[in-house]
């Protein structure tokens, strides 16, 4: 029969620096962090591995036997927090990078005509629109007020420049 170690004496040779130990615990608790990262149906698998092992041994150092909690139960706490703030993280990440590809027509237009963009295609109001939008990064509102238009209107404008600039 083999004989299993328990978290409270794993984390006391770990304590006495014991590397042995340390890596019993993580393989012991390698499943449990997989298991948490499927879960969470976070999509880099990787990087959370990184993140939850970092936790692992953030638990493992600062867990005291007084919490009168399990270290499997400490542990798993620490970690479904951990997964939660990344998952959060990435949301409104991926939900500010969406905010930056907008503002960043305005680099794209740039870029574009250097390459001579052919604006004849546009009406004068498009055109006022186009200068005012792109070249001088006025908003939406800023627009309708110098032009004297509705901001619904200042934004119907640039939705027809960017389709028939095709940008």
């Given at each position: 029969?083999?004989?299993?170690?328990?978290?409270?004496?794993?984390?006391?040779?770990?304590?006495?620096?014991?590397?042995?130990?340390?890596d019993i615990l993580y393989?012991?608790y390698l499943p449990l962090?997989?298991?948490?990262?499927?879960?969470?149906?976070?999509?880099?698998?990787?990087?959370?591995?990184?993140?939850?092992?970092?936790?692992?041994?953030?638990?493992?150092?600062?867990?005291?036997?007084?919490?009168?909690?399990?270290?499997?139960?400490?542990?798993?706490?620490?970690?479904?927090?951990?997964?939660?703030?990344?998952?959060?993280?990435?949301?409104?990440r991926d939900y500010i990078?969406?905010?930056?590809?907008?503002?960043?027509?305005?680099?794209?237009?740039?870029?574009?005509?250097?390459?001579?963009?052919?604006?004849?295609?546009?009406?004068?109001?498009?055109?006022?629109?186009?200068?005012?939008?792109?070249?001088?990064?006025?908003?939406?509102?800023?627009?309708?007020?110098?032009?004297?238009?509705?901001?619904?209107?200042?934004?119907?404008?640039?939705?027809?420049?960017?389709?028939?600039?095709?940008?």
């Amino acid at each position: 029969m083999r004989y299993q170690y328990n978290d409270n004496e794993l984390l006391y040779l770990i304590s006495i620096n014991n590397q042995f130990a340390l890596d019993i615990l993580y393989m012991k608790y390698l499943p449990l962090i997989k298991t948490r990262i499927r879960d969470y149906g976070t999509y880099d698998f990787d990087e959370d591995l990184i993140q939850a092992m970092y936790m692992l041994q953030t638990a493992i150092f600062t867990y005291k036997a007084e919490y009168n909690k399990t270290f499997n139960k400490y542990f798993d706490l620490i970690l479904t927090r951990k997964l939660s703030q990344l998952k959060r993280d990435r949301l409104r990440r991926d939900y500010i990078y969406l905010k930056v590809e907008e503002t960043d027509l305005y680099e794209e237009i740039l870029f574009k005509e250097e390459l001579h963009i052919d604006t004849s295609s546009l009406n004068k109001i498009e055109l006022e629109v186009f200068k005012l939008k792109y070249e001088n990064s006025y908003s939406y509102k800023e627009i309708s007020e110098m032009l004297q238009i509705s901001i619904k209107k200042s934004y119907n404008t640039v939705l027809r420049i960017k389709k028939k600039l095709n940008i």
